[in-house]
T-cell receptor
Framework: KNEVEQSPQNLTAQEGEFITINCSYS?????LHWLQQHPGGGIVSLFM???GKKKHGRLIATINIQEKHSSLHITASHPRDSAVYIC?????????????FGKGTKLSVKP | ETGVTQTPRHLVMGMTNKKSLKCEQH?????MYWYKQSAKKPLELMFV???????ENNSVPSRFSPECPNSSHLFLHLHTLQPEDSALYLC????????????FGPGTRLTVL
């Protein structure tokens, strides 16, 4: 079992829908990261959080440290949101820079 | 140029070739990373450099050889690769290495014939 699990693996939505992607982890962490990877490969860091909630535009990330769970929400989804969303955790006490990555959730938003 | 750049973007090589991947960051960061992304597998950390010194080497085969001549540049030298080494190789940088936000380059798509 991976230390970082994401669900769902694939998600198709209609434009305008509210989207939730989930991430569960089994280790103590220093921080959790949400990343976005577009076709072609480039990765963009969306959020880094260690508690509570962060919001940036239509994106919201939450984390529950006790439950070892994080969610990424997209409000009013748009086709340009189509990408792979990756959850990664910095393991508490882990080696420098060593993030553990989930397998990603592939999101497709249809117009 | 801004952010993190990688060259080449695509590379096809034979198993007997020697090639190098280049990464350059223009963010003033002091830590740089090499990752491998294979199909249907999570990103795998290969190497971490902090202040130009290697601080992490995740049991990577010796046919991959990193080099960090200064805090802005990172190379990955490749020789005698295998077809299973075909993957997307991503470079990233951050300010200090532990737990901080990493900024990724666009990646090099490597195919080994």
């Amino acid at each position: 079992k991976n230390e970082v699990e994401q669900s769902p693996q694939n998600l198709t939505a209609q434009e305008g829908e509210f989207i939730t992607i989930n991430c569960s982890y089994s280790v103590g962490i220093s921080a959790l990261h949400w990343l976005q990877q577009h076709p072609g490969g480039g990765i963009v860091s969306l959020f880094m959080l260690s508690s509570g909630k962060k919001k940036h535009g239509r994106l919201i990330a939450t984390i529950n440290i006790q439950e070892k769970h994080s969610s990424l929400h997209i409000t009013a989804s748009h086709p340009r949101d189509s990408a792979v969303y990756i959850c990664a955790v910095g393991k508490y006490g882990g080696s420098q820079g060593n993030l553990i990555f989930g397998k990603g959730t592939k999101l497709s938003v249809k117009p | 140029e801004t952010g993190v750049t990688q060259t080449p973007r695509h590379l096809v090589m034979g198993m007997t070739n020697k090639k190098s991947l280049k990464c350059e960051q223009h963010l003033g960061h002091n830590a740089m990373y090499w990752y491998k992304q294979s199909a249907k597998k999570p990103l795998e950390l290969m190497f971490v450099y902090s202040l130009e010194e290697r601080v992490e080497n995740n049991s990577v085969p010796s046919r991959f050889s990193p080099e960090c001549p200064n805090s802005s540049h990172l190379f990955l030298h490749l020789h005698t690769l295998q077809p299973e080494d075909s993957a997307l190789y991503l470079c990233a940088s951050s300010q200090e290495s532990w737990g901080n936000e990493q900024f990724f380059g666009p990646g090099t798509r490597l195919t080994v014939l």
